[in-house]
């Protein structure tokens, strides 16, 4: 299984930044993350496919720049055009997916080993 965080991207970002640096960043991700899928499911149910990639960079860029390389996998999967993946299903995968990133993040941000 994959973990839902690179220890060597989050863990780096823990090591060296004072801790309530790394909170705030951790915390800042989390309302970057809300915004983003809220903004996916809207834009899916509205049918604009444009908005829903748009919003599938945004959180593709967010996950990579904190080592939550399994949600930016899947958020540049459903930037593709091509890709078959039913939206319904996509957006349960990345709910999935940010929640364990979230999980593991916090745990990184209280102390732990990622």
Known sequence: MTPAIDPEVAGQLAAELPRDVFIG???TFEEDLARLVRQMVEAARAGRPEDY???AHGLAGAAGSIGAKSLEALARQAMRSDDATPVQQMLTEVGQEARAALTALSALAAGAAP
């Open 25 to 27: 960043i951790v915390k």
């Open 53 to 55: 990639r748009r919003a």
